[in-house]
């Protein structure tokens, strides 16, 4: 029976080439226009540890002096580095990491290469476990590495190929502006969509490639970069321990809830004892979020990416309206047609049905073209200079949800005119021929 | 005329009427808000800079290891690039307008006030004004035994005496009185006296990127006659050109840096256009989608108009005949499209009209933009009307061919 009612379709579009050109085009424009900003939102909005997401959390505190205090608003991003070094000494949470970003310039011991810079991070030595990095070759450093300003470094698997052209770096020699560190790890690609421990350096920016110890980039001065807030007209070195600056992040993985609210504890006493010694001038004032907490206090996501993604469905559903009204008013027009097969016997089921599977034909064709044009936005975005659009990839989630999206779209569209059409009266219908 | 007739055949086709007014209400409401972005857009790409955009070139250069001679390596190469021909003068800076970093301090009349306000926080060598080509429009620039190196301030070992302010900020503090002469605290502990006002010089974060939810209040800014190194954040190298020779210029800052010292990487070399369109992407990027999608809604609504119409210009094939036998002649014929299209058209602007409005108090909300002047609603139903015109003339000039001998035959 379908087979008859795809011929019947088959003719009908026959009768009307334009228009059913017309309602496809709409509908895959709409579908495509849609799926294409759905799938970036998809991809920024995405979660960047899953399954690790609430258990991580931002630490915040108030260093900052007594003028301009307004009771609860928000402390600094991010810490000075006295707190940070307090923090990871006590060493409260289940595992801690005092993070900055900074770049340096790598040095290739062999031929043919001139030196290049690298973006790096300064961290301690929980940050590898604690985010989940994934090794290739060899592993982070100990927590003493950090103690003692161990000359180590982990690198990227890029790096490592590039300067030696093997992943299996570990022992070798990587050249530091002018320090010889010894390379303990290489870690497989690793990308966390958002670049959510480090929204300074841009909030989908690109993994780094050299991992140092903290207070070895500090012994050797190795650059940092990212943002910095001093107060009180600072002097001297701005990057020292007892500097009024903040400049580095700080992240804890707490298990539990209960840990959490426990830790959350943790910092209000740490900030009261601090106040007590008068470094802190300012009551306790202490934020911990986690990830997804974190992003969303951010505001992350492009706002014109959710723009972007109204328009797009606005888009779609004008597109929509567009081909119901068509729709029907072929429908109708056909009514005649119609009257005589319900006359023959049709019932008004199989009419309906005979509609649907018309305007289906049409939903699945928009749906297959839509598909084609949000491949083709999609790579469109990819050719923008944002520094997300290389991740605007369709996944099979989205490529199902377009699918799904499509047919919906046109069973929708076909639905509200089958029905008003299979209410036909045969007799009105063959009397006025 | 025909006003009454045409609206009881529209109540016979109610669905179909109802949609396309819907339709054609969607469309107006979307496209009314869209262009009304597209003006927000371009008129932020617009901002003005306050420099002499057309004649610099920006090159940003960095360090690759602690090097103890950059202050002197970062004079040297401000002669050697100030050498190339084609180029009239060059200054260090740590901050360009629309540029990569920024940099900002509270300023106030009163030592740590609460209620300060944030500028923008140029710090240059000499000559940055003039390369720059920012207007001066009171007082005068900096004298050159006013200038400091950044590690003697830095050290406490000397006072930054004075300061340059731009117009809006020297209209904040001293509202209808001079600044000249007047104590500013920028910079710590003693004040800095003005010496200079310039008309305008935008700092890197002037507008707010369009994702950015910290925007800082535009046109403040305050030039220090402070000298600083590329390793202690000055690598910003701007140079004066004749816009004519931008290229050479270009091409010849690598090797003349180089000559002077290997050690460096130059991060950046751009003009001064180049800077600009690279801040603004994200929006030029957001312009070309609103055009794009309100083409592409007119063109769907347009055709959307003409198949209905054609539609009913053959439903009603035999009903156009009789008429015409009854002596309708075909600009009767035409008139009665047209008219039909004015109707279900006003009908959607109307709507539109509410609907254009309620997502304008909507985007107010979610995305802070500025309520929709009510020029766009008259001008917006104008559009549509002639679009629907337009749209209904050719199915409503077929119709007018239908010969009245129609009439006699059954379809």
């Known amino acids: 029976m379908v087979a008859y009612y795809l011929e019947l379709a088959r003719r009908s579009f026959k009768r009307n080439v334009a228009l059913t050109a017309l309602m496809v085009t709409a509908i895959a424009f709409g579908v495509g226009a849609s799926m294409t900003t759905l799938t970036v939102l998809h991809v920024l909005a995405a979660d960047p540890i899953p399954g690790k997401s609430s258990q991580l959390y931002f630490v915040q505190l108030d260093p900052r002096p007594a003028n301009g205090y307004v009771p609860g608003k928000e402390p600094p991003q991010q810490l000075t580095r006295a707190d940070a070094e307090a923090l990871l000494r006590a060493g ?27 973006d790096g991070r300064w961290t301690s030595a929980d940050f590898f476990a604690m985010f989940r990095v994934p090794f290739v070759a060899g592993s982070g450093w100990a927590a003493e590495d950090d103690a003692r300003g161990a000359r180590v470094a982990v690198i990227s698997l890029a790096l490592a190929e590039k300067l030696y052209g093997t992943t299996d770096a570990v022992g070798r020699t990587i050249r530091v502006a002018g320090n010889d560190l010894r390379v303990v790890g290489v870690i497989d690609r690793w990308r966390p969509t958002p670049h959510f421990y480090d929204l300074n350096t841009g909030n989908y920016g690109r993994g780094e490639q050299l991992f140092v110890p903290f207070s070895t980039s500090r012994d050797l001065k190795l650059e940092r970069s990212g943002n910095q807030d001093c107060w009180g007209d600072p002097v001297g070195d701005l990057l020292a321990v007892g500097a009024p600056c903040v400049w580095i992040q700080f992240w804890v993985e707490l298990g539990t809830p209960q840990k959490a609210d426990a830790y959350r504890d943790f910092l209000v006493s740490y900030s009261e004892e601090q106040h007590r010694a008068g470094r802190y001038r300012r009551p306790a004032n202490v934020r911990l979020r986690n990830v997804i907490e974190w992003l969303d206090f951010k505001h992350v996501v492009p706002k014109d990416v959710r723009l972007q993604t109204w328009i797009a469905f606005g888009f779609l559903l004008v597109c929509l309206i567009n081909t119901v009204g068509l729709l029907l008013t072929k429908f109708l027009r056909r009514s005649a047609e119609l009257g005589v097969r319900r006359a023959l016997g049709a019932s008004r089921r199989s009419i309906f049905l005979q509609l649907l599977v018309e305007a289906g034909t049409i939903g699945v064709a928009g749906g297959v073209l839509g598909l084609g ?53 045969p007799s009105i219908q063959l009397k006025s021929q | 005329m025909h006003f009454f007739p045409i609206l009881s055949t529209l109540r016979r086709h109610r669905a179909a009427s109802a949609l396309i007014a819907l339709e054609i209400a969607l469309t107006c409401a979307i496209v009314c808000n869209a262009i009304f972005l597209l ?66 301090t509270d300023v106030s009349t009163v030592l740590d006030d609460v209620n300060s306000t944030s500028a923008g926080f140029f710090l240059g060598s000499a000559d940055l004004l003039k390369t720059f080509g920012v207007k001066l429009i009171a007082g005068r620039d900096f004298v050159p035994d006013e200038y400091l190196d950044l590690e003697t301030v830095l050290a406490n070992r000397g006072h930054i005496a004075s300061v340059i302010i731009t117009r809006d900020l020297a209209e904040r503090w001293f509202p209808g009185k001079s600044p000249l002469g007047q104590a500013l605290y920028v910079y710590g502990k003693e004040p800095q006296i003005i ?11 002037d507008v707010a990127r369009p994702n950015d939810v910290s925007a800082e209040v535009s046109g403040y800014a305050v030039v220090m006659p402070v000298r600083m190194s590329y390793a202690e954040g000055g690598g910003n190298y701007v140079l004066r050109v004749d816009p004519t020779r931008k290229g050479e210029v270009l091409a010849a800052v690598g ?31 957001m312009a070309y989608l609103l055009v794009g999608v309100s083409l592409a809604l007119l063109i769907v609504t347009a055709l959307g108009v003409v198949g209905l119409a054609s539609f009913w ?13 009854l002596g309708a002649t075909r600009g009767d014929i035409l008139r009665y499209f047209h008219l039909e299209n004015f109707i279900l058209t006003s009908a959607g602007i109307v709507l539109g009209m509410a609907l254009a409005y309620a997502m304008n108090l909507w985007l107010i909300h979610e995305y802070q933009v500025a309520r929709m002047p009510a020029g766009y609603l008259p001008v917006g139903a104008g559009l549509f009307w002639i679009l629907g015109q337009i749209a209904v003339l050719g199915p409503a000039m077929r119709a007018a061919t239908i010969p009245p001998a129609i009439a006699t035959r059954t379809v």
């Not at chain 1, 989205?398 to 999206?405: C, D, G, P, Y």
């Not at chain 2, 009603?316 to 015409?324: F, K, L, S, Y």
């Open chain 2, 255 to 285: 090797p003349t840096l180089n000559r002077v010292s290997p050690s460096r990487i130059i991060l950046d070399r751009q003009t001064f256009a180049e800077v600009r369109q690279g801040f603004f992407k994200a929006d030029r990027a």
């Open chain 1, 373 to 425: 044009l949000a491949w083709l936005g999609l790579w469109t975005v990819r050719q923008q200079p944002s520094d997300y659009a290389e991740l605007a990839q369709l996944d099979p989630a989205m490529l199902a949800t377009t699918f799904a999206l499509a047919l919906a779209a046109s069973l929708f569209a076909g639905l509200v005119p089958a029905w008003h059409s299979c209410r036909v009266t």
């Open chain 1, 92 to 118: 409260t949470a289940d595992r801690q990491a005092m993070m900055t970003s900074g770049s340096a310039a790598i040095e290739p011991q062999g031929a043919g290469l001139s030196q290049f810079f690298a």
């Open chain 2, 39 to 104: 003006h927000d857009r371009l008129s932020r790409m617009e901002h003005p800079s306050g420099v002499v955009e057309d004649e610099l070139v920006v090159v940003r250069l960095t360090g690759t290891d602690a090097q103890s001679d950059a202050g002197s390596l970062t004079a040297q190469d401000l002669i050697a690039l100030r050498a190339i021909p084609g180029v009239r003068s060059t200054a260090a800076t740590n901050m360009v307008p629309f540029g990569s970093s920024s940099s900002n």
């Open chain 2, 313 to 325: 210009v053959q439903r009603r094939t035999r009903q156009i005949g009789v008429r015409r036998a």
């Open chain 2, 195 to 205: 010496v200079g006002v310039i008309d305008r010089l935008a700092r890197a974060n």
